[in-house]
């Protein structure tokens, strides 16, 4: 992957949402001579004003579209929730990068710390990109997204108020419920309760309510809800599931629930 298609990619999404990403990335693609792969992961856009050779799925876009948009995405508000503390840490790049080389490969990971640089010194309005992920990405997915997001800010092995205000506001302009944004928090940032917060519940809830908890949660956050985002992010999910297996058997160990 050429430095271009990125940053381009990345100028289309602040400005036109996850579709103009693509644009800027088709644009940045064209521009370096890789055509045949812009047009692969261009091959179902939008049905407004599309040629009678373009391929369209009604209500949804292609499974290399939608990997393509989160890799944006998470490109765009990682800048938000690193500079948030006002200081940027090695390991949060790290993490960045991690997801970066597994789910696409070595050669994106250049690129992706270049757009990290160019994003560094450009003020990202979470407000206006929260919105149009909200809009592009299935409600899973964008649980999947602030998954990732916490991992960052938690990196440095530090928790700062910033960082969990920046998270906050995330998962509000992506339209994530509050239950379930403490919850994903609480998977990584622990207390006395995170166990019962993870499966959005509070300690005083019945057996009966621990296990209708557990039972809503694990199929809200099933592994194969983000299939289409690729097997890297599907392990991510199984991570995320498991913990909530883990709070699901503290509780229970410490209720003496069989």
């Not at 899973?140 to 800010?153: F, M």
């Not at 339209?175 to 006395?192: E, F, N, Q």
Request: proline share 3%; net charge neutral; no cysteine.
């Amino acid at each position: 992957m050429g430095t271009a298609k990125w940053i381009a990619g990345v100028l289309g999404w602040v400005a036109f949402g996850p579709i103009g990403g693509l644009l800027g990335y088709l644009a940045g693609a064209v521009w370096e001579g890789a055509v045949d792969a812009a047009r692969q992961m261009m091959g179902s856009q939008t049905s407004q004003g599309a040629s009678p050779g373009t391929s369209y799925r009604q209500g949804g876009y292609s499974a290399t579209e939608q990997r393509n948009s989160f890799f944006v995405s998470l490109l765009v508000l990682s800048s938000a929730v690193i500079k948030a503390d006002g200081k940027t840490h090695p390991r949060e790049i790290e993490v960045v990068k991690d997801f970066i080389r597994r789910n696409f490969g070595d050669a994106a990971v250049g690129d992706a710390e270049r757009v990290l640089e160019r994003l560094s010194t450009q003020q990202v309005n979470i407000y206006e990109v929260g919105p149009q992920i909200a809009r592009y990405m299935n409600y899973s997915q964008r649980l999947q997204l602030l998954h990732y997001l916490v991992r960052i800010a938690i990196a440095d092995g530090q928790f700062d108020k910033s960082e969990k205000s920046v998270l906050e506001a995330i998962a509000t302009t992506i339209g994530l419920s509050a239950s379930d944004a403490a919850s994903v928090i609480a998977m990584y940032y622990k207390d006395t309760n995170s166990a019962y917060a993870v499966l959005e519940i509070q300690p005083s809830a019945t057996d009966d309510e621990v296990r209708s908890a557990y039972r809503r949660m694990a199929m809200k956050n099933h592994p194969d809800k983000v299939a289409t985002l690729g097997p890297e992010v599907q392990k991510a999910a199984a991570e995320k599931f498991r913990k909530i297996q883990e709070a699901y058997e503290a509780i229970k160990k410490e209720r003496g629930i069989n």
